[in-house]
């Protein structure tokens, strides 16, 4: 793809991006003195910061990677991504975030972990984090692949030796930055993207001709359904709606991130902000991968490697190494926060509640021996699983058929019971695995079998222990118990 002097090139601006990484993970290692500093960033970060730190997170890799693979296969349609995103960011930003950010104040939560246990009982701390490090760890190795595949296509470096660059990387940064060092650097990386993609947006625009090019070009070839939002299937659309989608109501990094803001207001108008631009952002993507092959005609290319063809082909050298850098930055913006968010799920939810007396030092390190756990399980499941990206689907089915329903109903509705949702958990994570393993019987993608199964049991273990309760304060009225 690169000659041998352009690929010398890039190898030295990725080693000079990648210590700058090091080197500002180090320095704002010398701010994180506390457990809340490195894992909500001392509940202190301002509007600005939480802008882009949601930004960064919001779009990443899988974003500028795969928004624009699918956009270039499957077509306009591949958009229903971002307007079942769009309507989620409502609903969150509408009813959620200001109680779950009341909660966070008031019980000084660090994770979903914490709420499900303040609402179920500590008994559902357990399943919450096996739902959590199911997707995390997932996410958190797909990025190792992710980096490697960059290294290699770029620098020509053996994808093995780049999942271990990447794992090193990240678990350097994480480890010694905490949450401080991920959003001042998503500060850095949501910036760049942002408009590096809005610009190569615009470029791709007008090096295609303009949309009547386009259309003309995609009619000649009968294709012009390709360029319209309803070349989708109805079950595509939900599957998008019930994993991507309301996966955006459990997602623990993003609770994090609400909690870390100074203020709810800071909260609110960062997340608002942030979600307007990332959402436009990641409809531009896959715009560009719809231009990418009706406009620019590059046919005879790798869907996988569009994003390279792209901009190999409307920009010079010099800005394509820009593009990589851009590219970099967005995958390893959202790598830190799934590492971060998975690590925390084990010292808060695991080693945290066997502590009788809490201690910020000894949690700080147990906050850093964590990252490294998380590390190690990420790395084995990148170097073992073919398709990570399928896995990483998986995990978010599984933590929204083991987590939303619990989480929903017990923000709203008071009359769920402890048992109830414990037993809501086990349920829908159980029976999302079984259809995972057992290949998809009918058809049927285990988030239509998972979640259903969830509220089902959640309603009826309700009812149940509710009329136990009643018949209890009955007898013991009547002097029978």
Same mark, same amino acid.
């Given at each position: ?13 990725v ?20 457990y ?65 950010r ?78 401080k ?64 989608g ?69 920009? +010079? &050298?010099? $800005?394509?190494?820009?593009? %990589?850098?851009?590219? /970099?930055?967005? #995958? =390893?913006?959202?790598?830190?926060? @799934? !590492?971060?968010?998975?690590s ?24 850093k ?30 933590s ?25 958990m ?14 998809? +019987? &009918?058809? $049927?993608?285990?988030?239509? %079998?998972?979640?259903? /199964?969830?509220? #089902? =049991?959640?309603?009826?273990?309700? @009812? !149940? ?9 009955v ?7």
């Amino acid at each position: 793809m690169f000659s041998g002097d352009e690929r010398i090139i890039l190898s030295v601006i990725v080693l000079v991006y990648f210590i700058f990484l090091f080197v500002l993970a180090l320095y704002m290692n010398r701010k994180t003195k506390t457990y809340e500093d490195y894992n909500v960033a001392g509940r202190s970060v301002s509007l600005l910061p939480i802008i882009l730190t949601f930004v960064g997170t919001g779009v990443g890799g899988s974003t500028l990677l795969g928004y624009m693979e699918n956009g270039y296969r499957l077509g306009m349609g591949e958009q229903w991504i971002n307007i079942t995103m769009l309507s989620c960011v409502i609903i969150f930003a509408s009813f959620l975030l200001k109680r779950i950010r009341h909660l966070g104040e008031s019980h000084n939560m660090v994770t979903v972990g914490d709420y499900t246990a303040l609402r179920y009982g500590k008994q559902a701390r357990i399943p919450t984090v096996i739902s959590i490090l199911f997707s995390y760890c997932a996410m958190t190795g797909m990025q190792f692949v992710a980096i490697a595949t960059i290294l290699n296509l770029t620098i020509g470096l053996n994808m093995t030796l780049g999942i271990f660059i990447g794992w090193a990387l990240l678990t350097f940064k994480t480890y010694f930055g905490g949450l401080k060092a991920v959003i001042w650097q998503d500060v850095i990386h949501g910036t760049i993207q942002t408009l590096a993609i809005v610009i190569l947006f615009i470029t791709v625009l007008i090096a295609a001709g303009g949309w009547g090019t386009i259309s003309e070009y995609a009619s000649s070839v009968n294709q012009e359904s390709m360029l319209s939002i309803l070349n989708i299937e109805p079950s595509e659309i939900y599957i998008y709606l019930l994993t991507l989608g309301v996966y955006q109501f459990i997602r623990q990094d993003l609770w994090q991130r609400v909690w870390a803001a100074k203020s709810l207001k800071t909260a609110m108008s960062g997340y608002w902000i942030s979600m307007i631009i990332a959402i436009l952002t990641a409809a531009f993507v896959v715009a560009i991968g719809v231009f990418s092959r009706y406009g620019l005609r590059l046919e005879n290319i790798d869907p996988v490697l569009i994003y390279y063809g792209v901009i190999g082909d409307v920009f +010079p &050298f010099s $800005l394509v190494v820009v593009m %990589i850098v851009v590219v /970099l930055a967005a #995958v =390893i913006s959202s790598a830190d926060s @799934f !590492f971060l968010a998975g690590s925390s799920s084990i010292v808060n939810d695991m080693i945290r509640p066997n502590f009788k007396h809490f201690d910020n030092q000894k949690m700080l390190f147990y906050s850093k021996m964590s990252v490294l756990a998380v590390s190690v399980i990420a790395l084995m499941a990148a170097l073992t699983i073919p398709e990570l990206v399928n896995l990483m689907v998986t995990g978010t089915a599984m933590s929204v058929s083991g987590l939303l329903a619990p989480v929903m109903f017990g923000l709203f509705w008071k009359k769920v019971t402890n048992a109830a949702g414990v037993a809501s958990m086990w349920s829908g994570l159980v029976a999302a695995v079984i259809w995972q393993i057992s290949g998809h +019987p &009918f058809g $049927l993608h285990p988030i239509f %079998i998972g979640l259903p /199964l969830s509220i #089902v =049991i959640l309603l009826v273990v309700t @009812f !149940f222990t509710q009329q136990n309760k009643q018949n209890e304060k009955v007898n013991r009225k009547e002097g029978i118990l």
